[in-house]
């Protein structure tokens, strides 16, 4: 426990305490709008307040809130305990970023250091303490629809994001100024639930659990992480809510985490659903894996009294618990709870970010800023010679996403307003001086049940009442009297997201029929595909001159897209997940495991691979993204070819802009060990280093390469893990993505 601030504080506070006050510093819940607007003053939460049963509260919409709820909370305290107040800022707060997976792609640490740190300060100046962020689920499979607010496939990548995104939002002290509690979520491996399902549960190798999904945490923790949020899903059988060796044994055993625990909404209760026992059973198993604070459910609140008392006995879950152990239980979630506390400053300063008049970040320079990571993280995956255009051609924006403001947000922006987006219509006529032909060519979706769906969260996805065909016609005849065409199509914002698994992650229907149509033109066709997660492009491609990837980029996407598309910015994104080939070719990424019977580059009866696709299997691999310039990757070179155990070896490669734009190049090294105990992944990233780059500069870059890049886990068990690493020969892959790189061999002695 943390006692930077507060001193004894946290020592005197539970030598006072009554086990009901203890029991309340766990119970987390939702502000509420009654109370948000000040007009309830018997609602459940206000009760809850006056009894002094609240520990934290999230969903608070404005400083004034908070302040009334602090003001409630502390007069209702015996001993006077404030509250934390926390928020979902996912992708930003008032001014929201693109989405997690897309500045993902921008592989710009520094980029999302800035973006966490600007969200930290306007989520700071309205009263908050802590956020539900970083997401760090490794996503590897397309259907789920959580991908968006991920980190993408790969746990190197995602860690480097976890620690960016952790020193953002926290600076050198979450309760410094302008800064807020990161919460490292979802712990663990939630991006990787059965069949892409939502909730649905990972079975791993604890190899994998180890290797992939575990790495960002560590990343996370190691930058100074001060929460951690439980994952709704089961690990190998065991729910993580109810995870004890991964809880108490990994997290805070291997990784020295010593901060706050927290549950996801009602994940206690869940764990009866899952099959864990009654609701006292699984509060008892929750409160002794290392949850500290139940966030709505009040299932702490309401079981662990006669717990406390009587402890519990149920042989068919396999406990038995005594009185007092629970009681013990109790004091460590509550001190952990106070310890967290005292480390934002509050034991110190009840009303601490809640007085005055804090000073919020300018909004214009968080617009730019948004404007700039939109540009950067946007994909560029084709480009025939048609991009940028020139402002003067003529020019036609055709497609359901061009008009459009609410989608472009992203799921998860809870703080985000709409209005404020400047959609890519009014973004593309403000660079070029008069507005684009338009026409919208066809609705986001078709199916009414599909758009009540998406509208869960208010109306995004409107219906167009004219016949498909008419539509067509319109978008057909505006594209014949252009020069070239922008086709602005993708999904709408709650296509991905919580609880928007996907069957078939590709293009709705008719967004590919309006694609058909204008391709049948012969006006070349620049598309721009929106999107929260890895969409399967199968025949896009070969129906336009250039296809840039833009993600839903935040308020200011579309001007980022309209500055890349226009020559504004430089195309510098890179994937940081792979692209289905076809919507079944799902989950996949570049570090798949090799089988007897690897993948030749073509079908072949008998092999890994697909009787039903044609052409390339991965089209837009991992790493992958184009610029407006050409970049030359020199042969790499060891500094030596054999090396001993502690030896640093030097990594050179030497890049070259041929082009006359300048280019932002992001360097991958990749490695593979071909002899291992056991199978090890045909490649995996192992370092990536951005370079800018003028015309005609060349630059080289230094890479040191140790003997640890190649240690891996054997784990029969999780208690059994242990890393290793073998003498022999190793491959290190260099080049601009997964796929098109360039090998130096490397052998290591014993």
């Known amino acids: 426990m943390d006692r930077r601030r507060g001193g004894e504080t946290v020592d005197r506070l539970m030598a006072q305490m009554t086990l009901a006050e203890k029991i309340g510093q766990l119970n987390l819940l939702a502000a509420g709008e009654g109370l948000v607007t000040g007009a309830a003053t018997a609602t459940p939460l206000a009760k809850r307040l006056d009894a002094g049963q609240v520990g934290a509260i999230f969903g608070t919409k404005s400083l004034a809130s908070a302040r009334g709820l602090q003001d409630r909370a502390l007069a209702g305290s015996r001993l006077k305990i404030p509250l934390f107040f926390a928020e979902d800022v996912i992708h930003g707060h008032r001014t929201v970023f693109p989405l997690p997976i897309a500045l993902a792609a921008s592989w710009d640490m520094a980029l999302i250091e800035a973006t966490a740190g600007f969200a930290a300060a306007e989520a700071s100046a309205e009263g908050l303490h802590q956020v539900y962020a970083p997401m760090i689920d490794v996503s590897r499979d397309a259907r789920w629809g959580r991908m968006a607010e991920s980190p993408g496939e790969d746990p190197h990548l995602a860690g480097a994001i976890a620690a960016a995104m952790t020193r953002g939002l926290q600076g050198d002290d979450p309760a410094g100024p302008g800064r807020v509690a990161a919460c490292l979520k979802h712990f663990v491996a939630y991006g990787a639930p059965l069949s892409g399902r939502d909730y649905d549960n990972a079975s791993l190798a604890w190899e994998d659990l180890l290797e992939i999904y575990l790495p960002p945490f560590a990343q996370g923790v190691a930058a100074g992480a001060v929460s951690v949020m439980a994952a709704f899903n089961a690990v190998n059988k ?328 226009f020559g504004r910015a430089e195309p510098s994104g890179r994937l940081p997940v792979t692209l289905p080939a076809a919507p079944g070719q799902t989950p996949v990424c570049h570090a798949e495991d090799p089988t007897g019977r690897p993948w030749t580059g073509r079908f072949v009866k008998f092999r890994t691979g697909w009787l039903d696709l044609s052409g390339d299997r991965q089209p837009y691999p991992f790493g992958f993204g184009l610029s407006y310039t050409e970049v030359d990757y020199a042969p790499p070179r060891l500094s030596a070819t054999d090396a001993g155990p502690e030896d640093r070896v030097r990594l050179s490669v030497t890049l070259t802009n041929t082009g006359p734009r300048p280019a932002t190049e992001t360097v991958q090294v990749y490695l593979s060990d071909p002899e291992a105990r056991i199978t090890r992944p045909a490649r995996h990233l192992v370092a990536f280093r951005q370079v800018d780059l003028a015309p005609g500069e060349a630059r080289e870059l230094v890479f040191e390469i140790g003997a640890d890049l190649a240690r891996y886990p054997l784990a029969p068990s999780l208690e059994t893990a242990r890393w290793v690493r073998d003498p022999g020969r190793i491959v290190l892959h260099v080049g601009p993505n997964s796929r098109d790189t360039r090998p130096v061999e490397l052998t290591w002695r014993a």
């Open 238 to 565: 065991l729910p993580m809510h109810a995870h004890e060796p991964l809880i108490e044994g990994w997290l805070r055993g291997q990784t020295g985490f010593d901060g706050l625990v927290v549950s996801d909404y009602t994940g206690i209760r869940e764990l009866t659903a899952h099959g864990l026992g009654s609701p006292a059973t699984v509060v008892l198993r929750a409160l002794a894996a290392g949850i500290d604070m139940d966030m709505v459910g009040e299932d702490y609140l309401t079981h662990l009294p006669a717990l406390a008392e009587a402890g519990l006995d149920a042989p068919e879950a396999g406990l038995s618990v005594p009185a007092e152990r629970v009681r013990a239980l109790i004091d460590r979630a509550c001190a952990r709870v106070l310890g967290f506390k005292a480390r934002l400053g509050l034991l110190d300063d009840p009303w601490r970010k809640l007085t005055g008049t804090p000073a919020a970040p300018d909004r214009a320079e968080g617009r730019a800023l948004a404007r700039k990571a939109a540009a950067r993280s946007a994909v560029l995956l084709k480009n025939d010679g048609l991009l940028p255009l020139d402002p003067g051609a003529r020019v036609a924006l055709i497609g359901p996403l061009a008009r459009d403001r609410a989608n472009m947000l992203g799921t998860w922006a809870v703080s985000g307003r709409a209005a404020d987006v400047t959609p890519l219509f009014e973004a593309m006529t403000a660079i070029a001086g008069h507005p684009p032909a338009h026409a919208p060519g066809c609705n986001l979706v078709e199916e009414d049940w599909l758009i009540d769906r998406l509208n869960v969260h208010g109306v995004t996805v409107t219906r167009d009442p004219r016949p498909e065909a008419e539509m067509l016609a319109e978008a057909v005849a505006v594209a014949q009297a252009a020069d070239i065409v922008v086709v602005a199509l993708g999904e709408a914002k709650e296509h991905a997201g919580e609880s928007s698994s996907r069957l078939c992650p590709d293009l709705p229907a008719p967004q590919r029929r309006l694609l058909d149509a204008l391709a049948a033109t012969g006006t070349p066709l620049v598309v721009a595909v929106f999107a929260g997660r890895a969409l399967a492009l199968g025949g896009v491609d070969g129906r336009c001159g250039a296809l840039l990837y833009a993600w839903h980029g935040g308020i200011a996407g579309p001007e980022g897209v309209a500055d890349l598309i």
